[in-house]
Nanobody
Framework: QVQLVESGGGLVQSGGSLRLSCIVS????????MGWYRQAPGKRRELIAS???????DYVDSVKGRFTISRDNARATVYLQMNSLKLEDTAVYYC????????WGQGTQVTVSS
């Protein structure tokens, strides 16, 4: 059974940093291109970063240069290091594969305050 467990969110001031983790089980993790998504209040969930099994990463423009996605295939875990956080980064953050085909986890709330 596929399971995605996100953690690491919280309340942080603008300009601060957080590191999110997502532990994945039930799939051959190393073969999957994984992604981090976020859903802000009143908005659709969007893919913001992805990383291939070999470590090639891609980002949307709004987070490029501030966020870094990484993975540990031995631990079946994908990370999102978020620096220079902005108010508009406030959202629930989720991990999934690059196309969002896995069963969604509960997400982790990130709230950026001024």
């Amino acid at each position: 059974q596929v399971q995605l467990v996100e953690s690491g969110g919280g309340l942080v001031q603008s300009g601060g940093s957080l590191r999110l983790s997502c532990i994945v089980s039930g799939i051959t993790f190393r073969l999957k291109t994984m992604g981090w998504y976020r859903q802000a209040p009143g908005k659709r969930r969007e893919l913001i970063a992805s990383i291939s099994g070999g470590g090639d990463a891609d980002y949307v423009d709004s987070v490029k240069g501030r966020f870094t996605i990484s993975r540990d295939n031995a631990r079946a875990t994908v990370y999102l290091q978020m620096n220079s956080l902005k108010l508009e980064d406030t959202a629930v953050y989720y991990c999934n594969d690059r196309w969002g085909t896995l069963r969604w986890g509960q997400g982790t709330q990130v709230t950026v305050s001024s």
